[in-house]
């Protein structure tokens, strides 16, 4: 049995790095990210000092560059932790970050790096995790993507819901397969590599490639799983995600690294509340301080409650262009408490109305729970 305040960082880091050197083309390190199955790389000197990162997420959305460019052009600075670090604190920095592995650092060099796989890999070991009912953790009504489509239409929903992994339907909705961002990548890059060598120039048009030439078997669980199998199948088959099913074989959720990850936060009881919100792409501050404002007022009235004790609260937003310059916002919350998972959802014109409404829904489900909760009570004293 181990208790997870007392996993410490080096207990669970990899040892052995695999790096990037800042004058190596970004099609080597590519090669690197494909051949080791990461999705991030530390960027080290000669002397293995600590310089940045590189990552898909960033590749992706900058298209127009080259594959001989050199790593130095497009690494980004991550956070770091150190060997000694709770793993609880680990993950609460990955988490904000959004970053999926974080290099360890002593000294200034890298002594190793942790990703959401290896935290993901003490799951069954820890009971208070381990025993977790999967409904607990999933993301409910999944983002799915059509066997059919291609895989630019994966891109897009990945880029938009800020995940490298998408659960896979046939024409029935039935589950039947997975795509990751790895398999997305290796495809574009070998099309680039073969465009830079001149193999296309004979081509008339652009070869299209489908989801179902590239996904992977579907990693399920049924609905009545705990969190435990699902870690289990998310390891063993080298996926970021895994699909809650019903006896149907229709996906009615997704555990994702980054649920499991919150529910490491959650079980560690790290000191106040974790809020989180991703998919806003605004350089102005201002709208931030306004949310983040709503969100102040929103925990001030929930633990005035008492009966839930506010832990999590995790927002997703999307950017909807409707016509022309005309912007609708939908926002997706999920709200851990100390005894039980909310999610709400609001899609409006006004950034601002979208959140309100949001808390608005959130506050009112965590109260009619609480009024469950003091009905139980009476009946049962």
Same mark, same amino acid.
């Given at each position: 049995?181990?208790?997870?305040? +007392?996993?410490?960082?080096?207990?669970?880091?990899?040892?052995?790095?695999?790096?990037?050197?800042?004058?190596?083309?970004?099609?080597?390190?590519?090669?690197?990210?494909?051949?080791?199955?990461?999705?991030?790389?530390?960027?080290?000197?000669?002397?293995?000092?600590?310089?940045?990162?590189?990552?898909? !997420?960033?590749?992706?959305?900058?298209?127009?560059?080259? $594959?001989?460019?050199?790593?130095?052009?497009?690494?980004?600075?991550?956070?770091?932790?150190?060997?000694?670090?709770?793993?609880?604190?680990?993950?609460?920095? #990955? $988490?904000?970050?959004?970053?999926? @592995?974080?290099?360890?650092?002593?000294?200034?060099?890298?002594?190793?790096?942790?990703?959401?796989?290896?935290?993901?890999?003490?799951?069954?070991?820890?009971?208070?995790? +381990?025993?977790?009912?999967?409904?607990?953790?999933?993301?409910?009504?999944?983002?799915?993507?059509? =066997?059919?489509?291609?895989?630019?239409?994966?891109?897009?929903?990945?880029?938009?819901? @800020?995940?490298?992994? $998408?659960?896979?339907?046939?024409?029935?909705?039935?589950? @039947?397969?997975?795509?990751?961002?790895?398999?997305?990548?290796? +495809?574009? &890059?070998?099309?680039?590599?073969?465009?830079?060598?001149?193999?296309?120039?004979?081509?008339?048009? !652009?070869?299209?490639?489908?989801?179902?030439?590239?996904?992977?078997?579907?990693?399920?669980?049924?609905?009545?799983?705990?969190?435990?199998?699902?870690? =289990?199948?998310?390891?063993?088959?080298?996926?970021?995600?895994?699909?809650?099913?019903?006896?149907?074989?229709?996906?009615?959720?997704?555990?994702?690294?980054?649920?499991?990850?919150?529910?490491?936060?959650?079980?560690?009881?790290?000191?106040?509340?974790?809020?989180?919100?991703?998919? $806003?792409?605004?350089?102005?501050?201002?709208?931030?301080?306004?949310?983040?404002? #709503?969100?102040?007022?929103?925990?001030?009235?929930?633990?005035?409650?008492?009966?839930?004790?506010?832990?999590?609260?995790?927002?997703?937003?999307?950017?909807?262009?409707?016509?022309?310059?005309?912007?609708?916002?939908?926002?997706? +919350?999920?709200?851990?408490?100390?005894?039980?998972?909310?999610?709400?959802?609001?899609?409006? &014109?006004?950034?601002?109305?979208?959140?309100?409404?949001?808390?608005?829904?959130?506050?009112?489900?965590?109260?009619?729970?609480?009024?469950?909760?003091?009905?139980?009570?009476?009946?049962?004293?």
């Amino acid at each position: 049995m181990v208790e997870l305040k +007392a996993v410490v960082v080096k207990e669970v880091m990899i040892k052995d790095v695999v790096c990037a050197h800042p004058s190596d083309t970004i099609s080597k390190a590519i090669s690197k990210m494909q051949e080791h199955g990461f999705h991030e790389l530390p960027v080290v000197d000669d002397k293995g000092n600590l310089l940045g990162i590189i990552n898909y !997420k960033t590749l992706i959305r900058r298209k127009s560059i080259s $594959l001989y460019s050199h790593v130095e052009n497009v690494m980004i600075k991550p956070p770091v932790v150190s060997p000694d670090d709770n793993i609880v604190d680990a993950v609460i920095k #990955m $988490l904000d970050g959004g970053f999926r @592995s974080l290099p360890v650092v002593k000294k200034g060099k890298v002594v190793g790096i942790i990703s959401r796989t290896d935290v993901i890999k003490l799951v069954p070991s820890i009971p208070d995790l +381990a025993n977790i009912p999967v409904e607990d953790v999933m993301t409910s009504e999944p983002y799915v993507v059509d =066997e059919n489509a291609p895989v630019d239409a994966a891109i897009e929903l990945m880029k938009k819901i @800020s995940e490298l992994s $998408l659960p896979v339907v046939d024409s029935n909705n039935h589950l @039947s397969g997975v795509v990751h961002m790895r398999e997305i990548s290796r +495809a574009i &890059w070998r099309a680039k590599e073969r465009a830079s060598q001149g193999e296309l120039a004979g081509e008339k048009e !652009k070869k299209v490639v489908y989801i179902k030439e590239l996904m992977s078997p579907p990693v399920y669980v049924e609905e009545d799983a705990k969190l435990k199998e699902a870690a =289990e199948k998310m390891t063993e088959f080298h996926s970021s995600i895994c699909v809650v099913i019903n006896k149907d074989n229709v996906p009615i959720g997704v555990i994702s690294q980054r649920d499991v990850m919150e529910a490491v936060v959650r079980k560690g009881e790290a000191e106040g509340v974790f809020v989180q919100i991703t998919g $806003l792409d605004i350089d102005d501050p201002e709208p931030y301080t306004v949310i983040y404002d #709503m969100v102040e007022s929103f925990l001030n009235k929930i633990n005035k409650l008492k009966d839930f004790k506010p832990q999590l609260l995790v927002f997703h937003v999307e950017v909807h262009h409707v016509t022309g310059n005309e912007i609708k916002y939908s926002v997706r +919350a999920r709200f851990t408490t100390d005894r039980k998972l909310f999610f709400a959802k609001s899609y409006d &014109w006004n950034l601002y109305k979208a959140f309100k409404e949001v808390l608005e829904i959130l506050e009112r489900n965590v109260k009619k729970e609480r009024e469950k909760l003091q009905e139980f009570r009476k009946v049962t004293l």
